[in-house]
């Protein structure tokens, strides 16, 4: 390599080193993206807790998994490894004055919501902020 190129690079960093100070912790970029999402989401939830998985839409809202058949999905459930649970058009997520609705769109695996600490099998069924969701084995928080 000629000199003049090794002064053009001379002010590149080197990528940091696990232990490095400049290394941003991965929880605190976590922390920023979650405060960051407002609004309706789903939050995915695994082993009883909520994950950092998080769907943040706008009603109304499909919920499915995209295929060329079917078009684009709002809430696109494809790279999700409970997705496979997920029909391509699943359910909608519909808001009206402020309440919000889950409607099952004759899906193969249901769509459920937990009332009273058991999960129903629903047609519809209005939301609330905390409400818990499954569709198929995929399982979600509602948030607002």
């Known amino acids: 390599m000629n000199e003049e190129a090794l002064t053009q690079h001379e002010d590149i960093a080197a990528p940091p080193v696990m232990g490095d100070e400049s290394e941003t912790p991965v929880a605190e970029e976590s922390a920023v993206v979650e405060e ?9 939830k695994r082993a009883g807790a909520e994950t950092d998985i998080v769907f943040a839409f706008t009603a109304p809202a499909l919920i499915g998994r995209f295929d060329v058949s ?8 494809t790279g999700l490894e409970e997705g496979v649970y997920v029909s391509r058009k699943h359910a909608k997520i519909t808001e009206v004055d402020g309440v919000y609705t889950i409607t099952d769109l004759g899906s193969s695996n249901g769509t459920f919501v937990a009332k009273d600490g058991d999960f129903q099998r629903v047609e519809e069924a209005v ?12 399982r979600f928080v509602f948030h607002l």
């Open 70 to 77: 079917v078009g684009p999905i709002d809430i696109d459930m």
């Open 127 to 138: 939301i609330e902020s905390g409400t818990e969701i499954a569709l198929g084995n995929a």
């Open 36 to 44: 960051a999402v407002t609004g309706p989401r789903l939050v995915v």
